[in-house]
């Protein structure tokens, strides 16, 4: 008898909405090839208004529910589809969309007692069939994945939950339904599941295997107040625990199989104390902590040297610190001088010399959150020297055990204060057309609590962004309170598109208010303001490619053209904020476009500084070099700066320019009379069918039509007209040279007139108005379906 059709339909769409994949099963069941559907909106299949799906999907990490499509034959499907947001180790963002098609029967039931047991059993339960598709799931597991299982029905594990723990899963299933035998795979599912699962082969009477059960226990120390290890060191040391299992897991691996002995060593935050000897890192230094040590049992030597868990100090040039550094695996051969005096003198390398180490491969440990530690591979003399393809096993081996580590790591419990400050930035950083974002942190000190550095992306009208970058003095709570007013202020003070001296000027005068009233209420109390509290903000404008900075007291952002050049731009200092020192003052200078804009968020050193310098430099080499990703430049330039860690957190915003080009840019000079409302709409109707956006006229010249009447009625020649095309928005602007400001009121029934901002309100998306040192521009912001 033939199987029922089964099949799955997924489909990729990025950020913008643009379809980037399309499976045979969305051809078999939508009808589109994918040559005509990839590459265009992915709104274009949807059978309504997109604009409720873009609303749905915004800020989510997942979303599941009925979707209605149109078939390429113009009928309406109404679809179950579960989509999922994922994040590439080099920052790029996509949404993973699956359907199960499926005309299978569900499996009978059993009697009411087996079902009551498979459903309210305290494990998480599931059942998948021969094909690795689910065929039921209990209360438990929907409760751990916070899915109903009429959404993860048909479904494979790996479109469930995707990542490396499912498709570990997988292949044991797999392995069970072959074997007949139970297996087991360790990774954890979802948070509120345990780290391993076990794989059952169900069988009929006569022995034949008809599907697999997947049974996973519960994490320990429960949530609820679950057993406690031992010693009673808490939930941290469970999650401690599992990353040296992840480290272990990658030396068991890949020794004999692909080194005779290996290393991994991971970053960890400074402890209170240094290791021994060493008298804290030097510049340079890189300072480590030993989680594996392994060699093959016919090695020469044993893996002696530095224990697992102990502190490993390595000197500036070591292959550890210029792996960090450099962000990609490196070759050694151990006889080479500068290697062999390393070798032979590093106490930290005795394991090298144990097992007579001949070839070494250093790879780094990373992940979409950073830089994680090192793995060390080691090859005796007996054996080649590592080759591409043993880099190729190495990295992908490497890449698995860092994520493992990195899963481990986010299940630490953070202080009171860090999910506030966490929460206070920005998720996810706005860069939108004029600039691509990526920022990564370091934790200070142990036991220091969370710092006050913070920093901000903020759209602006125009299409340009602010960056803003400042430090708070203090640690824990209130130091994290006053970042949420400082960074509320600052949004508020860029909605009405301050410049940056003048947005400062405010910033200034909010924080000698906060420190006078902490202070009148408690003369004992640290206050908001005090000494220490800085800021940096800058506009970068894509269509000028000028940016505008001004600073209080906080370090200049460094600047890495796109020639390899690297300088801090000469931004007065100013005073520190709460001190009402003199006037801030404001710098604006071109920036090719490609430029790299580095602002650190807390104060920096004149050694950290000069180690930004050289890792810009050495990142962004010239204009032969590749041009490296945004979230490898992080990662390298964090790698740099790990011999200049400070006591407090450390934050880094790293932001490349883009610019507007004139085929994305509109700009006319209009005759201050009222009969050039009509050549506008005539101007923007061409404008917008050169651009492919007919269904955008109408509205448009709406919009225009009531600005230029308002130019022309109440402001100053000159009257400008300019239309913006950045990324998915479209933008109108239109100045003058008056200075009052437009006010949107109710008109009264019997009113000729007060209405045309409240249409432009309902009009548009936003809308506001920005002032300028001479004359304002209104401007509203549409987000047509076609972009």
């Not at 939508?30 to 999907?57: E, N």
């Not at 963002?93 to 299978?104: E, G, K, N």
């Not at 600047?559 to 404001?586: C, H």
Request: aromatic share 4%; glycine share 10%.
């Amino acid at each position: 008898m033939e199987r029922p059709a089964t099949y799955t339909a997924t489909a990729t769409i990025d950020e913008r909405g643009i379809l980037t994949g399309w499976s045979d099963g969305a051809r078999r069941l939508l009808g589109y090839d994918s040559p005509a559907v990839v590459g265009r909106p992915a709104a274009a299949l949807l059978a309504t208004d997109p604009t409720g799906a873009r609303r749905t999907l915004a800020g989510r990490g997942r979303w599941h529910g009925t979707v209605p499509l149109r078939h390429q034959d113009g009928r309406r499907l109404e679809l179950d589809v579960l989509a999922h947001r994922r994040t590439s180790p080099a920052g790029r963002t996509d949404w993973l969309v699956v359907s199960a098609v499926t005309t299978r029967p569900q499996p009978p039931r059993g009697d009411p007692l087996e079902e009551w047991t498979f459903l309210q059993s305290p494990f998480p339960l599931a059942v998948f069939d021969p094909d690795l598709r689910l065929l039921r799931a209990n209360r438990r597991l929907e409760h751990a994945l916070a899915l109903p299982e009429a959404a993860m029905r048909g479904l494979r594990l790996t479109h469930i939950v995707p990542g490396a723990a499912s498709e570990e899963a997988e292949r044991s299933m797999r392995a069970a339904l072959e074997s007949g035998r139970p297996q087991e795979a360790r990774g954890r599912l979802a948070p509120d599941l345990g780290r391993t699962a076990v794989l059952t082969p169900l069988k009929d009477t006569d022995g034949r295997v008809r599907a697999v059960c997947l049974s996973v226990s519960r994490p320990a120390p429960d949530a609820a107040g679950g057993p406690q290890p031992a010693d009673g060191t808490g939930p941290g040391t469970a999650t401690a625990a599992d990353q040296v299992l992840a480290a272990q897991e990658l030396a068991k691996v890949t020794v004999p199989r692909l080194a005779d002995v290996m290393a991994v060593d991971l970053l960890d935050r400074p402890r209170s104390g240094t290791a021994p000897g060493t008298g804290g890192p030097q510049p340079g230094q890189v300072v480590l902590r030993r989680a594996a040590l392994r060699t093959a049992p016919d090695g020469e030597g044993s893996a002696r040297g530095t224990c697992v868990g102990e502190a490993v100090v390595c000197p500036a040039g070591s292959p550890p610190a210029r792996c960090l550094a450099t962000a990609r695996p490196l070759l050694y051969d151990t006889a080479e001088p500068g290697i062999a005096e390393w070798a032979a003198l590093d106490p930290c390398a005795g394991w090298l010399r144990a097992s007579g180490t001949r070839f070494l491969l250093a790879v780094p440990l990373v992940t979409g959150g950073g830089a994680l530690g090192v793995a060390l591979f080691g090859r005796t003399r007996g054996r080649e020297p590592f080759g591409p393809e043993d880099v190729r096993r190495a990295e992908e081996f490497t890449a698995k055990a860092a994520a493992g580590i990195e899963q481990a790591r986010a299940e630490v419990p953070p202080p009171a204060a860090e999910p506030l400050r966490h929460g206070l930035l920005p998720h996810p950083l706005p860069g939108r057309a004029a600039l691509e974002i990526a920022t990564r942190c370091l934790p200070g000190e142990a036991g220091t609590g969370p710092g006050g550095d913070w920093f901000d992306v903020i759209p602006l009208s125009g299409a340009r962004v602010a960056l803003v970058a400042g430090d708070v003095a203090g640690h824990g709570i209130r130091a994290s309170a006053t970042v949420g007013r400082l960074r509320t202020a600052v949004r508020t003070l860029a909605d009405v598109d301050l410049p940056a001296d003048e947005l400062l000027t405010h910033l200034d005068d909010l924080v000698l208010r906060l420190a006078a009233d902490e202070g009148s209420a408690d003369p004992a109390t640290e206050t908001a303001g005090g000494i220490g509290t800085t800021c940096l903000y800058a506009v970068y404008d894509p269509v000028s490619r000028r940016c505008a900075a001004a600073r209080a007291g906080h370090p200049p952002p460094a600047v890495a053209a796109p020639d390899g050049t690297v300088r801090f731009l000469d931004v007065p200092a100013g005073p520190p904020l709460g001190l009402g020192g003199p006037p801030f003052e404001v710098v604006e200078t071109e920036l090719p476009e490609g430029s790299l804009l580095a602002l650190c968020a807390n104060g920096t050193s004149e050694a950290r500084e000069r180690a930004l310098g050289r890792a810009l430099e050495a990142v962004c080499g010239g204009p032969d070099h590749p041009v490296p990703s945004l979230d490898s430049v992080c990662d390298r330039v964090l790698a740099e700066l790990i011999g200049h860690r400070p006591d407090d957190p450390f934050a880094l915003l790293l932001a490349r320019t883009r610019a507007l080009h004139g085929d994305r840019v509109a700009c006319w000079e209009l005759d201050p009379e009222p009969t050039v409302v009509s050549r506008a709409r005539r101007l923007v109707g061409e404008q917008l069918s050169a651009w492919d956006l007919e269904e955008a006229v109408f509205t448009t010249e709406l919009i225009v039509s009531e600005l230029v009447t308002n130019a022309i009625r109440y402001g100053r020649p000159p009257v400008r007209l300019r239309l913006l095309r950045p990324g998915s928005a479209l933008v109108c602007e239109v100045y003058d040279a008056g200075g009052s400001t437009p006010h949107m009121r109710r008109a009264r029934i019997f009113d000729e007139g007060g209405r045309g901002l409240l249409l432009v309100a309902q009009l548009a998306e936003r809308w506001g108005t920005r002032h300028e040192r001479t004359g304002k521009t209104v401007w509203a912001e549409q987000t047509p379906a076609a972009l």
